[in-house]
């Protein structure tokens, strides 16, 4: 038997990383759907900024909460502040997340495990601590920001490539065992998006950054928000990186690694800190 919604609690949509580029954009998307809001990141500044300019446009509710997922209680501090407020979440984007560019063996060892926390353990945590009521209530789904770089081992970029491999495996997989149960497992997975995610992660010199190739923020999030609302289990925005994904399922890997390395090889040396992330 499928449960109704909590009594006296409202629906609301939580967004991780949501004061700025995908995020940010993302909740718009679900602002203008109509749906009640919180923003979950680590500068509380960005966080208010962001809400104001949502409200002041929308008329509904937008909750900010500052709060580092890489931490381990990052999922019972969310859980806390919803039932505080008298909230239960419905819809949770994944989008919080960071980048490496750069030789793997020259990273700090501290940085690729903040990595490994906030774009594997945090999204995997807040995805089983919200899943068994949304499958309980037969209702609500979640949205996981992936990016194209899941589709293939990337050179100089692996541990971020190998995270959001992760993200689209573990999506799939969900999306299959909650099928015909009302609730929805997607993931975005974009192209390059012009943001500042990739001058964080320290590619500023490949080529890929370079050329200036990339959709906008607001388009990804477009595309993403449709694509989940419909049912779609993976999202792929734009026409030129939806027929790459072709490409890549037919060219071997082996024979594209060379291409991807010289790709993503950076042409000037740059170290991100732990902090470059949202």
């Known amino acids: 038997m499928i449960s109704s919604a909590p009594q006296q609690l409202a629906p ?8 700025e580029g995908i995020g940010k954009a993302l909740a718009l998307e ?16 960005r966080l208010e900024k962001t809400a104001h300019e949502i409200s002041a446009t929308h008329d509904i509710n937008v909750l900010t909460l500052k709060c580092d997922l890489a931490e381990e209680d990052s999922g019972g501090k969310i859980t806390s502040f919803l039932k505080h407020k008298n909230y239960y979440c419905q819809y949770l984007v ?17 940085t690729i495990r903040n990595l490994v926390d906030l774009n594997v353990r945090a ?15 037969g209702d609500g789904g979640i949205l996981n920001i992936a990016s194209m770089g899941g589709l293939l081992p990337g050179p100089y970029q692996a541990a971020y490539y ?18 015909g149960t009302g609730v929805q497992i997607s993931a975005l997975a974009p ?29 990804a999030a477009r595309m993403g928000y449709s694509g989940f ?17 072709v490409a890549l399922k037919i060219i071997p890997h082996d024979l594209l690694m060379p291409f991807m390395a010289w790709f993503l090889k950076a042409r000037i040396q740059h170290n991100p800190k732990s902090g470059d992330r949202f």
């Open 30 to 45: 679900f602002a203008q759907g109509g749906f009640d809001l919180l923003l979950v990141a680590r500068s509380q500044q």
């Open 191 to 219: 192209g390059p998006v012009k943001t500042k995610f990739h001058a964080r992660m320290g590619a500023r010199s490949e080529l890929y950054v370079k050329s200036g190739a990339g959709i906008s923020a607001a388009k």
């Open 162 to 179: 190998a995270s959001k491999a992760y993200v689209i495996s573990l999506t799939k997989a969900l999306s299959w065992e909650s099928w």
């Open 94 to 110: 994944n989008n919080a997340g960071f980048g490496l560019a750069g030789d793997f063996a020259k990273h700090d060892e501290a």
């Open 123 to 137: 999204l995997t945590d807040l995805s089983r601590q919200f899943l068994p009521d949304m499958l309980e209530r």
């Open 229 to 245: 609302m419909c049912g779609k289990c993976l999202i792929i925005p734009g026409i030129l990186s939806q027929l790459g994904a």
């Open 12 to 19: 609301i949509t939580i967004i991780t990383g949501g004061s």
